[in-house]
């Protein structure tokens, strides 16, 4: 479990940010896709951990555009779910 708190990223150092981008990048690489089923449906796995450490690199300004792509990608009402379901069309541009 992340404990970075939103006061933590006032006047960041680089230290600070490295070592947050350290703490989240082994979340996020286990972030993976499977497939669930023949007609191409998709399942996110690890998403609630993955969500928790993006959100904490998306308070860094330089990941704040591509996390936000991310998540435009993926519909609110799937983000949402403790292992969501996507098709093939949100996959590739995720």
């Known amino acids: 479990m992340l404990k970075v708190y939103m006061e933590d990223f006032n006047n960041m150092r680089l230290y600070n940010t490295y070592y947050i981008c350290k703490q989240c990048i082994g979340i ?21 951990r993955v969500k928790e450490a993006l959100f904490t690199v998306r308070q ?29 069309e949100i996959r590739k541009n995720s």
């Open 28 to 48: 996020i690489l286990q972030c993976t896709i499977s497939q669930i089923s023949y007609e191409r449906e998709y399942q996110i796995n690890n998403w609630q």
């Open 60 to 88: 860094i300004d330089i990941f704040l555009e591509d996390v936000n792509k991310l998540y435009e990608v993926i519909p609110t009402f799937v983000r949402e779910s403790e292992s969501p379901r996507i098709d093939n």
